[in-house]
């Protein structure tokens, strides 16, 4: 049920603290995922959140949960829109640029680690990781750390509590639609 993923994979988005997370959804149908995310969409559009698919394989797919006004919001720093260049984005219009994500997710021969804008990492970090293959970093939470060591874990610390009050909240019949947050 790609509610309970949501809650999962995505609390700290639906809370507020996060512009997105993205997790790998298994499903029966092509039908059934669509539908799926369609209902995900219009439970949750009022909160400023969109649930869209950037890549299918067999009978898995990648799911992207984000806040749309966080993203854009990353999309005005210079140092974010010169780095995407880099990549081949066109900071322009939000369905550009997410157009070029799927691009590249979906085409490309090694993962697009620019994603790591996409789901609100520092920059510094996401650079680091790159320049650095992944290697030699300072630690290693929802991501791998190269800046500021204490504020991530802080930050992972936040992200795991939040989860793990949305999972309780969800199995004890609090809906999805009523654990978002509405920020626009």
């Not at 949501?6 to 959804?25: D, E, H, V």
Request: aromatic share 12%.
């Amino acid at each position: 049920m790609l509610e309970k993923c949501l809650i999962r994979f995505c609390s700290p988005t639906l809370a507020g603290l996060k512009t997105a997370n993205m997790f790998t959804y298994e499903f029966e149908s092509d039908v059934e995922l669509l539908d799926e995310v369609k209902n995900c969409n219009l439970e949750l559009k009022n909160k400023g959140i969109t649930v869209s698919v950037m890549k299918r394989n067999g009978n898995r797919a990648l799911i992207y949960v984000y806040r749309k006004a966080r993203l854009l919001k990353t999309f005005m720093d210079i140092h974010v829109v010169k780095f995407l260049e880099r990549y081949g984005y066109t900071v322009n219009k939000l369905e550009n640029v997410l157009a070029r994500l799927k691009h590249r997710i979906t085409d490309s021969f090694e993962f697009p680690h620019e994603i790591g804008v996409f789901l609100g990492y520092p920059l510094g970090d996401v650079i680091g990781f790159i320049e650095n293959s992944g290697r030699n970093c300072k630690c290693c939470g929802c991501w791998k750390v190269y800046c500021d060591e204490c504020q991530a874990r802080k930050t992972f610390a936040q992200y795991k509590k939040c989860t793990n009050v949305y999972m309780n909240l969800y199995t004890n019949g609090t809906p999805v639609q009523k654990l978002a947050v509405n920020i626009m």
